[in-house]
C-alpha cells in the first residue's frame, strides 16, 4: 500500500477514480493536456515543504541552497525553451498559475485606474483581460483598471482589429493585452504593435494557449513585438499548473515585474511547482516537443475539416492552432447540452460562448483541443474518427431535445434515460 492509501483511502479512491476518467475517455478540453511522469514526480516532491519568499540570492528564509538553483534553473529553461536573449529578456517563474501571472503583470505596468483593453471574454478571451459585463465588472482586472474590451467580427470570427484601432484611438489605452482562451487563429502582432505604439501603450501577450505552439515555433512569434508576454505552464505546454511571466530588460520592467509578483500579489513561491515547470521546459525544448506541436496542429486541422465535410459550421471557419470553436447555433442546439450527452459517452468538452451570445450559462458553442489527446499519440485519422463520435453525440442531443420537447436541461437530461444510443456510442468510446 502507498502511504496516501494508507493514510487517506478516500481521497486515495477519489484518485483513482478520477485517473480512471482521464484514460479511459476522449480527453478534448483544450485548456487541458497530460503531464508527463517526470513533472508529477517534481510536482509531488518535498519541495513543497519549503519557504523561499524573494528571488535566488536574495531571500527572505534560509535553506534556500538548492531551490535557488532549481529556480534560477527553471529560468534559464524557460528562456531557452522561447529561443530568448538573456540580455533582452528576462522571466519570473513564481506565479502560481495564468490568473496571478496575469494581475501581477497588470500591477508591474500600469497603475490603478488606468486603461487597458483585452479582447472580450465573449469573442474569446480570457476574465483576466478586463472581462466586465454591461452591468458588472467581474475581474479584478476591471474592477481595479479601467477596460474596453474589443471583439470579433461576428460574420467571420476574427479579430477586428480596424475596430480595435479606432476604439483604441478614443480610450486611449495604457495597455493592449493579445491573446484568448477560445480563438483558433493566429495574432497579427504587427497591427497590435503599431496600436500601442501610437498611444504609447504597452503590449501584453498572454500566450497561456498557445505556449506549446509558440515554444515548438507553430505559431507567430509573440517575443517579436511585444513588452511583456505571461503563459500558463499546463495548457500546450504540457507541464503543472503553474504561470510566467516574461518581460523585456526595459523601463525597469525587471525589477517592476518581480516586485508586483512578490509581495504585490503572492507570497512563497510554489517550489515543487518551479521544479516541475523547468522539468516541462526541458522537453519544450527538444525536438520530440517540436514535432508534436506540429501534430497537435495537423489534428486540430483534421478535426475541423472532418466536421466541416459533415456540415457542421466552425467560427472563422476552421483552425491555425490547437483548437476549434464549433458554432452549434444553425442546429438550434446550445453546447450545454452537447456537453452534456458527451460527458454521458466519456468525451470531455467544454460549452463555449460565441460572439453574439447572451446566456453564460446555455452557450451556442463547444470547444474543442487536440493537445491532450495528440500526447496520446492520436494522430489525423484517430481524430477523422473523433469527428464521427462527435457527429453522432450531436444527432443524438438533436433526437433527445426533440424528445424532450422542451428547451429545459432538466427535461433533457430525463429524456436521456434508457437512449440506447448513448449506451452504444459510450461502449464505442
Ligand atoms: N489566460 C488565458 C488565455 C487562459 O485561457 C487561462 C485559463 O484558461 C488563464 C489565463 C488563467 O490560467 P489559470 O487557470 O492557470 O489561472
Excluded at 524573494?54 to 534560477?72: F, T
Excluded at 503599431?194 to 500566450?207: E, F, R, T, V, W
Aim: proline share 4%.
Amino acid at each position: 500500500n502507498t502511504p496516501l492509501q494508507e493514510d487517506d483511502k478516500e481521497i486515495y479512491d477519489l484518485i483513482q477514480k478520477e485517473k480512471y476518467r482521464q484514460y479511459s475517455g476522449l480527453e478534448l478540453i483544450a485548456s487541458e493536456n497530460f503531464t508527463s511522469l517526470a513533472v508529477m514526480e517534481a510536482n509531488g516532491s518535498p519541495l513543497t515543504n519549503k519557504y523561499s519568499e524573494g528571488l535566488p540570492g536574495a531571500r527572505y528564509y534560509g535553506g534556500n541552497e538548492y531551490i535557488d538553483q532549481v529556480e534560477n534553473l527553471c529560468r534559464k529553461r524557460a528562456l531557452q525553451a522561447f529561443r530568448l536573449n538573456p540580455e533582452e529578456w528576462g522571466v519570473n517563474v513564481q506565479p502560481y498559475s495564468g490568473s496571478t501571472a496575469n494581475f501581477s503583470a497588470l500591477t508591474a505596468l500600469i497603475q490603478p485606474h488606468d486603461r487597458l483593453m483585452g479582447l472580450d471574454l465573449p469573442s474569446g478571451g480570457h476574465l483576466t483581460h478586463g472581462w466586465q459585463t454591461s452591468k458588472k465588472k467581474i475581474s479584478s482586472s476591471s474592477i481595479y483598471f479601467e477596460s474596453m474590451p474589443y471583439q470579433v467580427n461576428s460574420e467571420t470570427g476574427l479579430i477586428d482589429y480596424d475596430r480595435l484601432e479606432e476604439n483604441a484611438n478614443l480610450f486611449r489605452p495604457k495597455l493592449i493585452i493579445c491573446g484568448a482562451s477560445a480563438y483558433a487563429r493566429d495574432w497579427e502582432y504587427a497591427k497590435l504593435r503599431k496600436i500601442a505604439d501610437i498611444h504609447g501603450a504597452y503590449l501584453m501577450a498572454d500566450i497561456a494557449h498557445i505556449g506549446g505552439l509558440v515554444a515548438g515555433q507553430e505559431a507567430n512569434n509573440p517575443f517579436e513585438l511585444c513588452d511583456v508576454v505571461t503563459t500558463t505552464t499546463h495548457k500546450t505546454l504540457r507541464g503543472p499548473r503553474a504561470g510566467l511571466i516574461f518581460f523585456r530588460k526595459k523601463d525597469d520592467l525587471e525589477s517592476r515585474v518581480n516586485n508586483a509578483v512578490f509581495p504585490s500579489c503572492q507570497g512563497g513561491p510554489h517550489n515543487n511547482a518551479i521544479a516541475a515547470v523547468a522539468v516541462a521546459l526541458k522537453q519544450a525544448a527538444s525536438p520530440e516537443f517540436k514535432q508534436y506541436a506540429k501534430q497537435v496542429r495537423a489534428n486540430a486541422k483534421a478535426l475541423g475539416e472532418a466536421l466541416v465535410n459533415y456540415e457542421y459550421k466552425l467560427v472563422t471557419g476552421g483552425t491555425d492552432n490547437h483548437l476549434i470553436l464549433w458554432d452549434l447555433r444553425p442546429l438550434k442546439l446550445t453546447g450545454s447540452k452537447v456537453e452534456k450527452i458527451c460527458d454521458m459517452v466519456n468525451i470531455t468538452v467544454n460549452k463555449n460562448s460565441i460572439h453574439g451570445d447572451t446566456n453564460m450559462l446555455a452557450p451556442g458553442g463547444v470547444r474543442i483541443g487536440t493537445s491532450a489527446l495528440t500526447s496520446r499519440s492520436f494522430k489525423e485519422q484517430d481524430f477523422v474518427k473523433v469527428a464521427e463520435y462527435l457527429h453522432r453525440a450531436v444527432q443524438i442531443a438533436l433526437s433527445v431535445q426533440e424528445k424532450a420537447g422542451s428547451k429545459m436541461m432538466k427535461d433533457f437530461v430525463m429524456a436521456c434515460q434508457d437512449n440506447e444510443d448513448i449506451a452504444n456510442l459510450k461502449k464505442e468510446v
